[in-house]
């Protein structure tokens, strides 16, 4: 959770309680020689510069498929990023010395784009299995109504592992039936009509609004229904939609089965296993993008507004700059910047979805789930759409000794200290993120422009209003790049670092070794 949007805010309580609030404020003073030197070169940008307004992976990738499909140009390429670092809604936070993913957590297998970038970068996965085989408890609010067995021991054989593995899945099979089939079908059917979006150039158009794209790969209708009627047409029963189900979209998208069905089955292929992340932190994508595609990054400096000024725009900054940019590509979802633009632009208005992540090193009270000691806890508690429950999920992240875990509780609203205290015996270190993690999807879903006002003003979030992961603000990036290429008089590269041809496994090529 392909967790970008305003900037997250961050609470941390050492074990004395004393809360601050994290912040990187910029204050300075200028002599007035300075000032008039600095609003002298304000408009010393060129006007056929390219700019990008926001740092994470949909930005990221647009700049590194821009450079990466065209001959090199004279243009500078300028990401802006009001935060003090880039990535967006990729982020990690520290908790006893440790990093863990606080935004965009998996990568799904056949994420192909990802992938490729990984390689391309030379960024290795994390080698934690985090994701794979967890013990799983469904929490109605008074008990748990199904789990999994816990994991064996570490350092079982093979045979152990492969028993235990085949044991949970019999579990599964007994209580769903086969709705458990029908719901990984109804993922595949979906991932199958995505994966067109990696075909080779002479194969798949270049799309100038979400509809037509999303049509042209058969996954439109997906978005006009909610999830919860695709699965009956699908033949899953009530019981694995509110119980199975729910937990995997609680999770992910931090909604119920109510969300639109492409949301809702990227959710589910969410929770496939094979999930993988970049070791130190997904946000090394976005940052070994920026660095591949030679930009120039300015970082703590959001624009406040974007003019056509008929052949280029003039973005503004919260530091008092202007550029000019033949192109501008907005690459944050506008549902909560505030970014003035003239003439006025028009989108269809959509909440974001904000989850909040909580990570506490302590550890959990038994009693608060009706169970008699802390080893009897489910290490990942999903939890069905019932208005009494304060939380979607908990899951443990590391488990140092028996006496000292580190969790990641997700919910949809703040979870006070009253509360924490219920849901823990122990608390050494909390760390409160508020992330705009997503769209509130509902269904039919309506999308905003690719192309905010029929000239060069892009916006590659439009897509996101389909579903929301590292995968898709890739692929919406690169068919964006495409866009803009086929509008101007831009060169193509003769041998592109990475290509859009499949080899043999079903992977994208990519032309040159990964970095080093």
């Avoid at 978005?223 to 899953?236: F, N, P, S, V």
Wanted: hydrophobic letters at 40%; charged letters at 20%; aromatic letters at 8%.
């Amino acid at each position: 959770m392909e967790p970008r949007g305003r900037t997250p805010q961050e609470e941390t309580e050492n074990h004395d309680g004393d809360f601050r609030l994290r912040r990187h404020p910029l204050t300075f003073s200028m002599p007035p020689l300075f000032l008039l030197l600095l609003f002298s070169s304000i408009h010393a940008s060129a006007a056929d510069d390219i700019c990008i307004v926001g740092s994470g992976i949909s930005g990221s990738s647009t700049a590194f498929f821009l450079t990466n499909y065209t001959a090199p140009i004279s243009a500078q390429l300028r990401v802006f990023e009001s935060r003090d670092r880039v990535g967006g809604r990729l982020a990690t936070v520290s908790v006893a010395g440790e990093n863990f993913e606080a935004g965009g957590s998996v990568i799904h297998p056949r994420n192909l784009h990802v992938r490729r970038f990984a390689d391309l970068l030379g960024l290795a996965a994390r080698d934690d299995g985090e994701g794979d085989d967890d013990w799983l408890g469904i929490w109605d609010g008074a008990r748990f109504v199904f789990s999994t067995l816990p994991p064996p021991p570490p350092g079982s054989s093979w045979l152990r592992r492969r028993l235990h593995a085949l044991v949970n899945s019999l579990l599964l099979l007994k209580r769903y039936g086969l709705s458990l089939f029908r719901m990984d079908s109804f993922a595949q059917e979906m991932l199958k009509k995505f994966l067109l979006y990696y075909n080779g150039f002479e194969s798949r158009p270049v799309f100038d609004n979400v509809e037509d794209m999303l049509k042209w790969s058969g996954l439109y209708g997906l978005t006009q229904r909610t999830l919860e009627e695709e699965l009956i047409d699908a033949g899953l029963n009530s019981q694995t939609i509110s119980e199975l189900v729910t937990v995997i979209t609680r999770i992910n998208y931090g909604q119920s089965v109510s969300i639109s069905g492409l949301a809702g089955a990227v959710s589910l292929a969410g929770s496939e296993s094979g999930l993988w992340a970049i070791k130190g932190g997904n946000w090394q994508l976005a940052a070994g993008l920026l660095k591949t595609a030679n930009t120039t990054l300015h970082l703590q400096e959001g624009i406040a507004s974007i003019s056509d000024a008929g052949d280029y725009y003039v973005l503004k900054s919260n530091k008092g700059r202007e550029y000019n940019c033949t192109v501008t590509v907005v690459a944050t979802p506008l549902d909560e910047v505030n970014i003035t633009f003239t003439p006025p632009v028009s989108i269809p208005p959509r909440k974001m979805q904000h989850t909040h992540a909580t990570f506490v090193r302590g550890l959990l009270n038994p009693k608060f789930f009706g169970l008699s000691s802390v080893s009897d806890i489910p290490e990942l508690i999903g939890t069905m759409e019932l208005p009494d429950i304060p939380f979607s999920s908990i899951s443990v992240l590391k488990k140092r000794n028996e006496h000292d875990i580190t969790y990641k509780v997700f919910s949809r609203a703040k979870l006070d200290d009253s509360l924490l205290d219920q849901i823990f015996s122990t608390r050494e270190e909390t760390i409160r993120i508020d992330w705009p993690a997503y769209p509130h999807y509902h269904a039919p879903e309506d999308f905003a422009p690719i192309i905010l006002d029929g000239k060069h003003l892009y916006y590659v979030n439009s897509f996101e209003s389909a579903a929301s992961a590292m995968e898709t603000g890739a692929v919406a990036a690169e068919n964006v790049a495409r866009l803009i290429i086929s509008r101007l008089p831009l060169g193509l590269r003769a041998s592109p670092l990475l290509s859009s041809e499949k080899g043999a496994d079903g992977h994208l090529i990519s032309s040159r070794s990964p970095a080093k």
